[in-house]
């Protein structure tokens, strides 16, 4: 028995507090973050502040089995996850949200939206080219999301721009945000479009995007939405969000039914 449990239950919350709720967490490795996707703590160029994220001291779960069982769910209820691209996103639910508990432990996310959530197959519907899913990209759908080349070509680029944005909204995003909605039970969920925003400044895709998630996911709305990278149009997102019905919480409900897999990649 660790000298840790001869302290009484609150004092050990309060210590696994200080170690585990830090607020934003990015939930992945060093080189996922720096090297893989050389994100700078502010990114301008997609206005992700990654400074915001601290680092929870995991070290302590570690401490004894007891210790972790007690402590672990602070880790996820206690703090807001960072979810990027589609591909970190699906690893973080294989690596740390593999069973229905820990599903419904996490309350709080912020989902960034932009365009590295396309995968190849999208990639190729925008290029007006057939790329097919390889089979390994089937079995592992974050390999669908390697970093493919976007021409380069004046001519080309604004039926891009606009099959892009099509794409996005009415597709992509909605996907992936359904994907987060349905596996999760939140009660807060801040929709973050800063590294999105259309080049040309003509897109209504976040709007396109919002509308979708309101209408297909019945389960209906967290508690708190916010919406980052909209702030001109904040009166048009308030109105969208306002239809989508508020959850009905039900006493049978722990918020485990609403796991249906990895199905991210149908379209
Ligand atoms: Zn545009």
Redesign the pocket.
């Known amino acids: 028995m660790s000298s840790l449990f001869r302290l009484p239950l609150e004092v050990r919350q309060m210590i696994y507090a200080r170690c585990l709720v830090v607020g934003k967490v990015f939930p992945y490795t060093y080189a996922e973050r720096y090297d893989e996707y050389e994100y700078d703590y502010d990114d301008e160029e997609t206005g992700l502040e990654l400074s915001g994220c601290e680092e929870p001291w995991v070290p302590l779960l570690r401490v004894s089995r007891a210790v972790r069982e007690e402590a672990e769910p602070m880790l996820y209820q206690r703090n807001t996850f960072f979810l990027p691209a589609c591909d970190l996103t699906i690893r973080f639910f294989k690596r740390s949200l593999h069973n229905d508990l820990r599903k419904a432990w996490v309350k709080s996310v912020v989902l960034a939206l932009d365009a590295s959530d396309m995968t190849r197959y999208d990639r190729g519907i925008v290029l007006d080219k057939h790329l097919e899913l390889r089979r390994d990209e089937m079995l592992f759908p974050e390999r669908a999301y390697d970093d493919a080349f976007w021409p380069e070509e004046e001519s080309f680029k604004e039926n891009l ?2 099959a892009f ?1 099509d794409r996005l909204g009415d597709v992509v995003w909605p996907r992936k945000a359904s994907y987060v909605l349905k596996n999760l039970s939140l009660n807060d969920v801040i929709f973050d479009f800063r590294g999105s925003a ?8 976040q709007l396109k995007a919002l509308s979708s998630i309101v209408k297909g996911f019945a389960m209906g709305r967290p508690m708190k939405v916010e919406v980052l990278g909209m702030e001109p149009w904040r009166q048009l997102w308030e109105r969208v969000i306002a239809k989508w019905p508020a959850i009905q919480k039900s006493d049978d409900d722990d918020g485990c039914d609403y796991f249906e897999g990895l199905d991210i990649l149908q379209t």
């Open positions: 721009h606009l944005n259309c080049i040309e400044g003509c897109c209504d895709m």
